[in-house]
């Protein structure tokens, strides 16, 4: 039996409508809840869920901080150089007050006065960084440089030669080199005075030892030529003294003489050494630099050895003996 299509159309829309109608018919869509009726929800539905499981999030783990690094040496601020009182008439010790901040600070005192050109100056605090500091190589080359460049445009003391301080050079040989030795030892003392820059007034004594040629030809036979061509080089002993018959005196140092065309070098050579050992050994200087293996000895007594040197190794030989 077939359902007829108009009870089919009501049915399909009748049915919706009676179902919704008889569901929400005592229902109020207008009327807000109480807070009450909140609350009671809030409960029931609180009571109908499972019971959450909360966990903290994780935490990174605690990583030991790192002890502090010890302190670094401590630096010290370096000393800001001054160029200081312009006195025009410096000393030959002038700048020897700051040796004890070093070449470096003299060498940068040296450049600061010689940019605002004061000439006499820059030559003693060049001069100071070799006799009142210990330099390095490099240090001590860039004064013997700086000295040597400056002593002939700016000398920085004019000497007197009424009040140049009198040393004499010894020396004693036998009779092979009497001739020889004097006009040698002559040049040295010559030498020398040029190298103090009139410092020192300096004389030469040459002493021969005869007693000793006589007991050496004595103790020998007689020889033929080619023997004697074969003889022993002369032997020189040098020394320095005051002017004084009893004033103090270096040390004394003995050569052998091969060739007499060497002579004027190894004198100088000697009295460079007895100089450079009594200015460190006796005047508590620090040690001269030396001279280099192609260096002229006169090049050496001159820049190497500065004035404030000469003076005082000059008055140490003429002090007057201490009473007994």
Not at 86 to 103: F, H, I, R, S, V
Not at 226 to 253: D, Y
Not at 308 to 323: D, I, V
Request: proline share 12%; with cysteine; charged share 20%.
């Amino acid at each position: 039996m077939r359902v007829p299509l108009s009870l089919s159309l009501l049915l399909a829309i009748g049915v919706p409508i009676v179902v919704w109608w008889m569901g929400v018919r005592q229902m109020d869509f207008l009327t807000p809840p109480s807070e009450a009726q909140l609350a009671a929800v809030r409960q029931q539905t609180a009571a109908s869920l499972p019971r959450a499981q909360i966990q903290a999030p994780p935490t990174a783990p605690q990583v030991p901080a790192a002890p502090p690094a010890p302190p670094g040496p401590e630096k010290k601020p370096e000393p800001a150089v001054e160029i200081g009182d312009l006195n025009p008439n410096p000393g030959l010790n002038t700048y020897a007050d700051l040796a004890a901040k070093g070449a470096r600070h003299l060498i940068e005192l040296a450049s600061l006065l010689e940019t605002a050109g004061e000439l006499p100056r820059t030559l003693l605090a060049w001069e100071r960084v070799l006799d009142s500091t210990t330099p390095d190589p490099a240090q001590a080359t860039a004064a013997i440089a700086a000295i040597q460049r400056l002593r002939p445009i700016q000398p920085a003391v004019k000497t007197n030669p009424a009040k140049a301080i009198p040393i004499v050079i010894h020396a004693s040989t036998g009779t092979k080199l009497e001739s020889a030795l004097k006009t040698n030892l002559d040049q040295a003392a010559h030498s020398l005075e040029l190298a103090s820059c009139g410092i020192l007034k300096v004389t030469a004594k040459v002493t021969i030892n005869r007693k000793s040629d006589t007991k050496t030809a004595a103790s020998k036979p007689p020889t033929s030529k080619t023997t004697a061509a074969k003889s022993p080089p002369s032997t020189v002993a040098i020394w320095l003294t005051g002017l004084a018959e009893k004033s103090p005196a270096t040390e004394t140092l003995s050569f052998a003489v091969a060739k007499p065309e060497t002579l004027q070098t190894d004198i100088l050579r000697r009295i460079f050494r007895l100089t450079g050992n009594r200015l460190e050994q006796t005047l508590a200087f620090p040690p001269v630099t030396p001279a280099a293996a192609d260096e002229p000895l006169l090049h050496a007594l001159e820049f190497h050895i500065t004035r404030l040197h000469w003076e005082k190794f000059g008055r140490s030989l003429n002090t007057p003996p201490a009473a007994p």
